[in-house]
């Protein structure tokens, strides 16, 4: 355990060594992006409001509000790519003896594309298969009692950006996970061992990232993550799991390389 708090307190001075470069980054996002919200809640509305509901805003700041937090959300999502490389440097650093990490130029130009293209499938299945789905079958569950659907526009947009956010970070998974355990971070029996602690992480994020307070939308964001969770186990599976610290590297023996614990 020990060991393991000063890995990761190595690695998290890394990070704070980098701060201003991505504090620098993240407020140029925000910055560049705050402009784009006004159209963007716009294309919102008209995608997945459903017809009949009415958007409105209950205090004079909330429109503001809202676009700087879309804001803020677009600046994490430029900066985190840039927290990934400095992670994976730290890592790197930390581990170059215990654990190689088995990867090239080109793996890492893939690595990156393949990124990219499941981001952007996350975000597309759930703005233009799960939410409006989901929505209409909210707004049609309360129209059959005779109540008018009068959404806060703070609240819906919060809704359908900070889903559609998730759902692109959760479709990261298969990739991540096989990159930890192929390179020895993580194994796969770990993983397996503790799905139910991971579990209870699931709810915790899906809890925090809904702006309400209701179960439904928490288990709308919490059962596919959990699906997509096991889907990945699955991938990691059959590609096959790699452990750098099982078996002895033949090319160190033979040159009589010894690796230090």
Do not use: C, W
Not at 47 to 63: H, I, M, Q, R, T
Not at 88 to 116: C, E, H, N, T
């Amino acid at each position: 355990m020990s060991e393991a708090i000063e890995n990761l307190s190595v690695i998290l001075l890394t990070l704070r060594n980098k701060l201003l470069v991505i504090a620098g980054v993240l407020i140029t996002g925000i910055l560049l992006s705050f402009q784009f919200t006004g159209p963007l809640i716009e294309r919102m509305k008209e995608d997945l409001l459903p017809e009949g509901a009415k958007l409105v805003y209950v205090s004079p700041l909330e429109v503001m509000m809202l676009q700087l937090k879309l804001s803020v959300i677009i600046g994490l999502l430029i900066t985190l790519p840039l927290i990934a490389f400095y992670t994976y440097r730290a890592i790197s650093k930390r581990y170059s003896v215990q654990v190689p990490i088995s990867i090239g130029k080109g793996q890492f130009v893939v690595l990156g594309i393949g990124a990219v293209v499941m981001f952007i499938l996350g975000i597309s299945y759930a703005y233009f298969l799960m939410l409006p789905l989901f929505l209409k079958y909210l707004y049609m569950d309360a129209a059959s009692s005779g109540v008018t659907a009068t959404y806060s526009i703070f609240k819906f947009i919060s809704f359908v950006a900070s889903g559609t956010a998730m759902f692109g970070l959760v479709f990261e998974l298969p990739i991540v996970l096989t990159f930890l355990t192929r390179n020895g971070f993580v194994k796969y029996r770990t993983l397996v061992t503790y799905r139910k602690h991971l579990y209870v992480l699931i709810m915790i994020i899906a809890a925090t990232v809904t702006p309400g307070a209701d179960v439904i939308s928490q288990i709308m964001l919490a059962v596919p993550m959990v699906v997509f969770f096991e889907i990945s186990l699955v991938i990691v599976r059959i590609l096959g799991v790699k452990n750098s610290l099982s078996k002895p590297d033949p090319s160190a023996a033979a040159v009589g390389i010894t690796r230090r614990n």
